[in-house]
């Protein structure tokens, strides 16, 4: 099986840096923010881009990012082998703040579907808004990423891979099998 | 009365020979020339035993006729090679009565597949409170000779003993279902390790043990005879041995299941596995092999004890205890005993067939194949293996723990009065088989 | 999983996992929003031939909370008691189209029967099967102590070097049986301690101590005390001679718990004789596990039925 590498660590790194000035300057700031990446690799990216933030802005708060499990919301739980949840973590109230998810890689928008429900169930954000480091298309459901890291056309039979350091040893991104 | 040629047998002393069944006789055996007008069978490879006697069945009829019939369990005993059955009293009415022995020895007789002889209850009702008719049960036609209320113990030590005195008087014999009842109230298996991790109540091995004991001392007192019903533990073989050892009139039966299967069975709670006595460990079923070729347990009996699905298909508590025995007897002494090394077939015989006759003071049945020998005999194929399944079983319940499992050996014909009751390992016709048997 | 019967057949992975999904269930139990909607469309049936208040309503809740449609089928006095087979009912129950069943019996291995019967689809958990097990209640009896032991970093641990001592009718305790699974597969070492009538003959190959003298357990300081409950009818059944000397001997009276170390847990699967295996004083103190035993019961018992009722239906077996 064909991998065909795409993104590098440095470019991960660059798409990061890019997605942390948008999201303050979208949110005019680093003020009433929270970031809640979805596990596993998504909790990762989001304490990335907390800390990036927190260099741009070193006034930002220090309880800036989290983690939001949404194994209990999805609708395919009988569709698959059963998943083990992973610790939800929020370190605000969420209530009347600009929530920002992220995620690894965006496709049927299904996992995104069930973190709003998640979400719904633990306060009500003034805005929620989406960050993911790859968008490979293939939606399912009515919903966009705000902060794109890479756009990623790619076939249903290709394979995603996100690496990184923290789970996996080192950064990257790589596109698997697929006929050409 | 049909003539029939069974060529090429092999004997349990391992010769060969044909069998000329005349008249309800062996009329010849041997190599026989003249057997014009017989009807020929070929049994090449095929085993020719004395047809088996068993000791201690359960037929149900009458009052539970939903489990057996004296017609069913009669199919049942042929298709596993049996000629002889007695069933046991705790039937509803219970056989305690000249009235109920003679109506089952009818029964049996219209059957015709086997040789029905009643045991009678020892006490009225089973209720041990009180001696049946015992005499009057050994005078009627049924001449009932052995008694037993099992299902229960005669636990009331006195009633015991004067019921070991009383049949002195006709050379009769108390079968005993030995269970100390308090030791054993809501038992439910073995009582050991499992059935400490199972959660069920434990039915321990010195319940059996103890009312041997007493039974065996009393029997030497009054100088009667005794037989003990499904030994199922190394105890209970150490008691027999030494009373035997001592000179007591004793004998001991141990069933088919009890040779073969260990209570770790009793873990998927399949309650085609229950049974009473419970199946024990590994080492009582060494035990009982060991004792049944040394001599010191005298028969194999099946207890075979039929039940509706319903009964089994329950939770444990619930089930009823017993198995069916009959169809699978054979096939599981062959494993148990002759696999092993421990037994040759004329060691099958004889505690298949000549001993449970003996015991239980049978004519007719349990003679060696010779000449002159009422033709009472069972063809059996020891050289296939196979799977036992619902088609291995004649009687009405389908409660056997073989279902599934692989045994050895196949009968494929039985002879009662020298009629067949099975050919080509299938049950002939009832009105064929009742027919002959009074032609 | 496919079915719940026991925690002999849990392994310790297996068991953490759940301890593990418990904790998220009890994080859900803080906030505002206590439900979950993973079982949406699910029906959980609880199938009770056996009267527990308790365990029914502990069940009842961890379903709702998945937000399963719930079946209460409270067959004690009804028609199954009074003979409808527990086919039948199984058959009834499938007909209704149950994805669990969650069923207590008095009958040891009632819910092994109806799992592997091939009567129904559903998975099952057994809730409490004569003197057999009860799974639910270990789990939720190891999830507490590891609380205790561990708090906010209890989860992927075991109990390993945890020393319980498991006190009374451990004959008739399917609570105990449970526990001297589970504690072994998560490393904690276990004393059994009982009237020798009130232990299986053949405690030989069970994975703990087994003793007669709890003054000597009390001072060995263990970390945790269970405390199983004595029934009545034991009493009248020659087991030991009456309540005072049983009391006397095996129970945790106030000289005990006073000798036992301050960090000790004093457990108690419930419902509780005050006063007979267990002083008041005990019961309601600090060191009691007995409150939280109950609400986390309701976690535990919400990641058994999330981890019997997610993933694709295994074949049966
Ligand atoms: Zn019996």
Known sequence: MAVRPVLQQADIERALTR???????????????????????????????????????????????????????????????????????????????????????????????????????IGRPRAVRLAVLVDRGHREFPIRADFVGKNLPSAASERINVHLREVDGEDGVSIEGGVR | MSRTLIRGATLVDGTRGDLLLDDGRIAEIGSVTDAAGATVIDADGLLALPGLVDLHTHLREPGFEQSETVLTGSRAAAAGGYTAVFPMANTS???????????????????????????????????????????????????????????????????????????????????????????????????????????????????????????????????????????????????????????????????????????????????????????????????LRDALADGTIDIVATDHAPHPAESKECEWDAAANGMVGLESALSVVHEAMVETGRFGWADVARVMSAAPASIGSLAGHGHALEAGAPAELALYDPEVRAEFGVGSLAGRSRNSPYLGSTLPGRVVATFHRGVPTVLDGQVRPADEVAGGARG | MRHLLSTRDLGREQAIELLDIAEDMAAVQQREVRKLPTLRGRTVVNLFFEDSTRTRVSFEAAAKRLSADVITFSAKGSSVSKGESLKDTAQTLQAIGADAVVVRHQASGAPQTLATSGWIDAGVVNAGDGTHEHPTQALLDAFTMRRRLHGDASRGRGLDGARVVIVGDVLHSRVARSNVWLLDALGAEVTLVAPPTL??????????????????????????????????????????????????????????????????????????????????????????????QVANGVSVRMAALYLLLSGEREEAA
């Open chain 1, 19 to 121: 997605i942390a000035h948008e999201i303050l300057e979208s949110n005019r700031g680093a003020d009433d923010l929270v970031i809640l990446g979805i596990p596993t690799r998504g909790v990762i990216l989001a304490a990335r881009i907390a800390e990036i933030i927190r260099r741009i802005e070193p006034n930002a708060p220090e309880a800036l990012a989290g983690s939001l499990d949404v194994t209990m919301y999805r609708d395919d739980l009988s569709h698959t082998r059963t998943r083990t949840p992973a610790p939800t973590d929020v370190p605000v109230g969420i209530d009347d703040r600009t929530v920002v998810l992220v995620d690894d890689v965006l496709y049927s928008g299904r996992t995104i579907r069930a973190a709003l429900d998640a979400l719904a169930d």
């Open chain 2, 93 to 287: 009415p219970v056989a305690d009565t000249a009235g109920v022995v003679e109506q089952e020895l009818r029964l049996g007789e219209d059957a015709g597949y086997v040789t029905v002889q009643p045991i009678g209850a020892v006490t009225v009702g089973l209720a041990g409170e009180r001696l049946a008719e015992l005499g009057a049960m050994a005078a009627s036609r049924a001449k009932v000779r052995v008694f037993s209320d099992d299902g229960l113990c005669v636990w009331d030590p006195l009633l015991m003993r004067r019921a070991l005195e009383y049949v002195k008087a006709f050379d009769g014999v108390i079968a005993q279902h030995a269970q100390e009842p308090r030791l054993t109230e809501g038992a439910q298996m073995n009582e050991g390790a499992l059935s400490g991790e199972l959660g069920l109540r434990g039915w321990p091995a010195v319940a059996e043990e103890a009312i041997i004991a007493r039974d065996a001392l009393l029997a030497e007192h009054v100088g009667s005879r005794l037989h003990v019903c499904h030994l199922s533990t190394a105890g209970s073989v150490e008691v027999v041995r030494w009373a035997k050892a001592r000179g007591i009139r004793i004998t001991a039966e141990v069933t088919p299941h009890h040779l073969l299967l260990t209570d770790d069975l009793v873990a998927s709670y399949d309650a085609r596995y229950k049974v009473n006595p419970p199946l024990r460990t590994a080492e009582d079923v060494e035990a």
């Open chain 3, 199 to 292: 232990l299986p003959v053949d405690v030989s190959a069970w994975p703990a101590r087994v003793g007669y003298d709890l003054d000597a357990a009390i001072d060995s300081g263990p970390d945790a005390v269970m405390m199983l409950r004595v029934q009545a009818e034991r009493m009248h059944a020659a087991f030991f001679p009456n309540s005072r000397e049983y009391s006397r001997t095996w129970g945790l009276d106030d000289a005990r718990f006073a000798r036992l170390p301050r960090t000790t847990m004093v457990m108690h699967p419930g419902p509780m004789n005050r006063g007979f295996e267990i002083a008041a004083s005990a019961a309601d103190s600090a060191q009691s596990t007995v409150l939280e």
